[in-house]
């Protein structure tokens, strides 16, 4: 597949120590596959200036588009906006677009303090991004694409945000659910595997009530293609029933 | 903190396409932090071969552990096995001692198929994890310690790793909520912060139905210390109410 590949770099120290559980990457996925762009990393860092400035340098120069979470907020252990700025060594200020998102969202009259200025910083050079829920903008500069990490407020900004990117072919899946553990049916996908290497076919084993299952997922760009996987896998189905 | 530092490599095409949630980094985080292995980078990849052994190349030698979460069971989408052997430039074999853990698991006098000796193919050199739950056992090269991707095996495998490693300052944390936004309280938290440079204090908030809030993690391995900024946020918190 020639599909624009992306990364998301997911900034908190909040998920390394195990007090939140990170939500926004399985939502980023879940988005980013319909249109065609494939999401190749991710990889969550500490609130540390120079680790998020070395993974945005990194990721930033192995994709297309990366995706941050995190770090933007009016508090001191907010520092993702002067690490990307950092990363792209330019200065960072506070813009008017930016101050009148936060006075539109605080309220017409009412006097921004230094906090909601904080979050009126912008490096020099990006596009904002909207925040419909409250107001404190993301923002991209070159490829990186800047989002809050509060889950409700990262969907809103990714809404905003998708519809401006370069797409790609969008990836189908389809899946075909085995009733017997992957050893059995592992030697036929693999030759089906061999058979169709333009698709990419997994096998996901699991467990429940009624002992092991396999569910095989074929994914690809070419529908039929696919369909025809998927016609050999209920052969090889109906063979291990 | 000198703690040791850990980081967790988790490998599979299905967390990247949004398919599936990936689980096993939340429970990861949540045993090390007790045990003072800090974790300092969650990595995802694709079943990418060179892909893989970058990865495992540049976050061991960067920390003190790695563990790696799925890739080990015995279709042709599992190459993790492969991929930290040659990562560590070892050859790999079916070994006895794993055949005979998967001897155990599967039944005595039963035959083992090539898909169950596949799954006992196990780089030189490496200590076995037991498995209690299917009997395809982990293992450990190194510094690398190579668990299964299905959640509850994943748990089980950790359960008898853990206990093994170099362990350092149990971490401990306490938190304060506040009933505003973190805007309201950046100024007085950032002061804190300053006066107590060995403690992490995060800064995480909320929206609910009664409006926004915030609420105030430390961090540290000093409970003397970790009372007194406690002190300092419950006056913070009499003062803005």
Same mark, same amino acid.
């Given at each position: ?8 770099? /997911? ?54 588009? /990366? ?40 309220? /017409? ?17 990006? &596009? ?37 990117? &370069? ?7 389809? %899946?075909?659910?085995? %009733?017997?553990? &992957? ?50 896998? %209920? ?7």
């Amino acid at each position: 597949m020639s599909n624009p590949t992306a990364a998301m770099l /997911v900034i908190g120290d909040e998920i390394l120590s195990g007090r939140t559980r990170e939500a926004n990457a399985y939502h980023l996925a879940g988005r980013l596959t319909p249109v065609g762009i494939e999401l190749r990393e991710i990889r969550v860092v500490p609130d540390d200036h120079g680790v998020i400035v070395d993974a945005l340098n990194a990721l930033r120069a192995a994709h297309r588009h /990366v995706f941050t979470s995190g770090g933007i907020g009016p508090t001191h252990d907010d520092i993702t906006v002067d690490a990307v700025a950092a990363a792209f060594g330019v200065a960072v200020e506070v813009r008017d677009d930016a101050r009148q998102q936060m006075q539109a969202a605080v309220g /017409v009259g009412r006097v921004l303090t230094a906090e909601h200025l904080r979050m009126a910083r912008i490096p020099a050079g990006a &596009e904002l991004i909207v925040n419909r829920i409250s107001g404190a903008p993301g923002f991209s500069v070159g490829n990186v694409h800047v989002m809050a990490g509060v889950p409700d407020i990262f969907v809103a900004m990714l809404d905003e945000l998708l519809p401006s990117l &370069e797409a790609g072919s969008p990836v189908l899946s389809r %899946e075909v659910r085995f %009733e017997v553990g &992957e050893g059995r049916i592992a030697a036929p996908l693999r030759e089906l595997a061999a058979a169709l290497p333009t698709l990419s076919i997994g096998s996901y084993p699991f467990r429940d009530t009624t002992g092991y299952g396999t569910n095989i997922v074929v994914r690809g760009t070419d529908a039929a293609l696919i369909d025809r996987a998927i016609e050999r896998l %209920e052969a090889i189905r109906s063979a291990t029933a």
